[in-house]
Structures are given as C-alpha cells and as structure tokens.
Nanobody, 121 residues
Framework: EVQLVESGGGLVQPGGSLRLSCAASGFTFGSFDMSWVRQAPRKGPEWVATISSSGRSTYYVDLVKGRFAISRDNAKNTLYLQMSSLKPEDTAVYYC??????????????WGPGTQVTVSA
C-alpha cells in the first residue's frame, strides 16, 4: 500500500521556522521526483518546491526562494521542507507529492493527506 504521511506542521509566529517531513512507503521512493504543494484557505493549490529523484536538482516558486529548502533522504524514504522567515501568507495545508515520469508524461502520482501550517502572532 502506498503511503505518504506528512508531519511537522503547527502554529508558529511570523519570522519563525518549521521543518516538515513526509514519510513514504509502498513504492520506490528513490525513483520519484518529490514536491511540496500547499493550499491556503479559499485558494487553489500552489506548487511550492520540487526535488529530483536523485536529490541533485531543486526548484522553488519565487515566493519561497531563499526562505524554504527542500531535501530528501532516499535511505530513509523521507522528504523534508525546512521553512524559515515564515510569513502569515505561508499559512496553508502543505501536501507531499510523488511523481514518476517518462519524459513529460506522469506515470504514477501519489499524495499525502497534508499537514496544517499556521503562521500567526
């Protein structure tokens, strides 16, 4: 059974930091590109960051560049998102996403249930 389970969310003050984790099981983690996607209240999903299957390449939405860092540990089947200098507009449910591709075509895609991040004084 494929599982992606996020953890590490919570309430943090503006300017604070959080580290999200996503534990993966049931598939070959090291063969999948991994991403974080967030959804704020009353808004659509927003892609945040992606890391390649090897971990050598990372990509970020401009809004989080310099503040967030995506990483992975393929030996532990775990994805991370280190978030710093958090702002109220970072408040959202953060989802872990796994994709296996053949060129531009997505072959398999899995989602976690999400973890809430709230940035508020």
């Amino acid at each position: 059974e494929v599982q992606l389970v996020e953890s590490g969310g919570g309430l943090v003050q503006p300017g604070g930091s959080l580290r999200l984790s996503c534990a993966a099981s049931g598939f070959t983690f090291g063969s999948f590109d991994m991403s974080w996607v967030r959804q704020a209240p009353r808004k659509g999903p927003e892609w945040v960051a992606t890391i390649s299957s090897s971990g050598r390449s990372t990509y970020y939405v401009d809004l989080v560049k310099g503040r967030f860092a995506i990483s992975r540990d393929n030996a532990k089947n775990t994805l991370y998102l280190q978030m710093s200098s958090l702002k109220p507009e970072d408040t959202a449910v953060y989802y872990c996403n796994a994709q296996s591709r053949a060129g531009a075509m997505v072959i398999y895609e899995f989602w976690g249930p999400g973890t809430q991040v709230t940035v508020s004084a």
